[in-house]
């Protein structure tokens, strides 16, 4: 397969064979955000990606830098979060943590960032399943992947099954979180699994 590579935070950069993250991640310190996507896919940057503040007095988090990709263009029109489409979209993004979020940070609390799994599985037992989770760990920074399926109810729409396939970093001495999530309805996940899989693999947010 041929792959480009991503580099958040950076314009779109096309390439015609696999390569290795060449561009250091902006304003983040240590560690690349790049990613390598099959050919054919598109992204674009996270709109608000700024360096973070120096300030002591913020609270919360600042995004340093994200894209969001998909081999469909028309899901790229937005960064909201897009779970049942019939074609992958992800996103790649790092965020800065202030002093007070970063004391109470845990693997849960960003597992549920951008779809509160813990809350689905409790609520619908019976329509959700996790595929798979694994703790992760990197020089100085602790993780995890997890594969969830669940069972979408929207108003007026049949009821959708959907694959969430991510992986979360903390890097506790740059204060970092790095976010790489891919989703889309089950039949489509099972149809991209492979290609999802290589995008997934080819992610090493400590890679200089």
Not at 127 to 141: D, F, R, W, Y
Not at 164 to 180: E, G, I, K, N
């Amino acid at each position: 397969m041929v792959l480009r590579s991503l580099t958040l935070g950076l314009a779109l950069v096309l390439a015609t064979a696999c390569a290795a993250p060449s561009e250091p991640l902006p304003s983040a310190g240590a560690g690349s955000g790049s990613v390598a996507l099959p050919q054919g896919w598109q992204s674009i940057e996270l709109p608000g990606a700024t360096t973070a503040s120096p300030n002591p007095y913020d609270v919360g988090t600042t995004l340093v830098a994200g894209s969001i990709f998909s081999p469909d263009q028309s899901l790229l029109t937005t960064p909201t979060v897009k779970l049942t489409g019939d074609a992958p979209w992800g996103i790649l993004k790092v965020d800065a943590l202030t002093p007070d979020l970063f004391a109470t940070v845990s693997i849960a609390s960003l597992r549920n960032q951008l779809f509160d799994v813990d809350k689905d599985r409790s609520a619908h037992p019976s329509t959700s399943k996790v595929i798979q989770q694994a703790p992760l760990e990197q020089t100085g920074m602790y993780g995890e992947r997890l594969i969830y399926s669940t069972v979408l109810t929207q108003k007026g729409a049949v009821p959708t099954s959907v694959t969430l396939d991510q992986t979360v970093y903390l890097a506790p001495s740059a204060s970092r979180v790095y976010l790489l999530f891919v989703a889309c309805t089950s039949d489509c996940y099972q149809a991209y699994q492979s290609t999802i899989d290589q995008v997934v693999s080819s992610w090493d947010p400590t890679t200089v």
